[in-house]
């Protein structure tokens, strides 16, 4: 997407993005927060992410729902599910079928070979 279509599509949608880590403050709590995440500020949010440094959430959203230790509590999952259709297995469920649409794909680039094949076989004949 182009920059403009990127600040085009902040105005009526962001990305909902669970983050766990460890708070600086308090002693190195474990916390999570739910974010969403302008679609204009995406990548850089993921660059943050995994380059482990300190995040300012407001930089890139709007923070949802926040909370500390380990686990967020099921009735905030759950809200979260409702409100923004969030899923927690929404990557294994992505990987599972790109794997899937792959495996598919090679098959009938398979099956196309063996069907030129046996053409080429065939006008042999």
Avoid: H
């Amino acid at each position: 997407m182009t920059a403009e279509e990127l600040a085009a599509a902040d105005v009526e949608t962001a990305i909902v993005v669970l983050d766990r880590g460890i708070r600086s403050k308090n002693g190195g709590q474990a916390c999570w927060a739910y974010i969403a995440v302008c679609p204009s500020k995406y990548e850089a949010f993921l660059d943050v992410i995994k380059s482990g440094q300190p995040k300012i959430y407001r930089d890139y959203g709007v923070v949802l729902r926040y909370g500390t230790g380990e686990t967020v509590p099921a009735e905030i999952r759950e809200e979260m599910k409702r409100e923004y259709g969030f899923d927690d297995n929404f990557i294994a469920k992505l990987e599972q079928e790109v794997r899937a649409e792959q495996a598919q794909f090679i098959k009938l680039k398979e099956n196309r070979r063996i069907d030129a094949i046996v053409a080429l076989l065939k006008k042999k004949q």
